[in-house]
């Protein structure tokens, strides 16, 4: 299924339900409640917001217009927003890997091709981290890993618990390329960052 897109106010917004055109619309007009800053640095923003009493987690990845090389980048990219949003759409929906948490909506801006602003609205879950459940991520990212899709930042702060349930945040859903080697890098920064006794779960390879 492929993301809709339209103009609004100069802005450009991407996203596969309906609803989410006058979400965008809203948050372009600054027609919303903020309620509660998770992240304010010079590289990322992060935030809950509230529209018609729904919540929503809103990101601004600010890399893509401070950084010269990722700004370069971005005039032959899609950008990392809307990467984000169609990978895990597509691996939610034909793969059943309903542990992501979703993303609604991209909402960006470009001049002269390169991106000037982009954000990415998702869904808002009241999980934790809980590191008694690390075999049980660990086992969950070998099944991401079997579908030829790498989490880059594997830690357990980005796979939070939620009623029991785990969900995987912080992460683009991108395919892997030349072999499993994303997929040993993926468990190396587990094993070496936060978990020094795990049992290595792959053979070793070229």
Do not use: C
């Not at 917004?13 to 998770?38: C, H």
């Amino acid at each position: 299924m492929k993301y809709k897109k339209e103009k609004y106010k100069g802005y450009n917004l991407y996203y596969f339900e309906e609803k989410f055109s006058e979400i965008g619309k809203k948050i372009v007009d600054k027609n919303y409640r903020e309620e509660k800053i998770l992240k304010n640095t010079k590289r990322n923003f992060v935030e809950i917001i509230s529209i018609n009493e729904e919540k929503f987690v809103l990101k601004e990845n600010r890399n893509e217009h401070i950084i010269p090389q990722r700004k370069l980048m971005s005039f032959f990219k899609k950008g990392e927003a809307l990467t984000t949003l169609n990978n895990l759409n597509e691996l939610i929906e034909n793969y059943n890997l309903i542990e992501y948490v979703k993303p609604f909506l991209v909402i960006n801006k470009r001049k002269y091709g390169f991106i000037t602003y982009s954000a990415l609205i998702m869904e808002n879950i009241n999980g934790k981290e809980d590191r008694s459940y690390i075999e049980e991520i660990i086992k969950l990212m070998k099944k991401v890993h079997s579908f030829k899709v790498y989490h880059g930042d594997f830690n357990p702060g980005n796979f939070l618990l939620e009623d029991g349930k785990i969900r995987i945040i912080d992460t683009q859903g991108k395919k892997m390329r030349f072999f499993n080697y994303r997929a040993h890098y993926d468990m190396l920064t587990m094993k070496m960052d936060s978990y020094q006794e795990m049992k290595y779960p792959y053979k070793k390879n070229v």
